[in-house]
């Protein structure tokens, strides 16, 4: 998905793609999303939280 994103070279952004990627699931998986913010921990919970930082990482 991230490669569509950023370019139609395969390798070339590579590096880019999974750093940024690494630091919007990192984002997503904070614990106070969790803990103060009732997320449920779950498949589902982590999920939304993940769409949430990727629509907020395009806008």
Not at 28 to 46: K, M
């Amino acid at each position: 998905m991230f490669q569509r994103i950023f370019g139609r070279e395969r390798h070339a952004n590579r590096a880019i793609t999974e750093a940024l990627y690494a630091q919007i699931v990192a984002a997503a998986r904070q614990t106070v999303f969790y803990s103060h913010w009732n997320v449920p921990d779950t498949p589902l919970g982590r999920f939304e939280m993940l769409s949430l930082h990727m629509f907020l990482f395009q806008h």
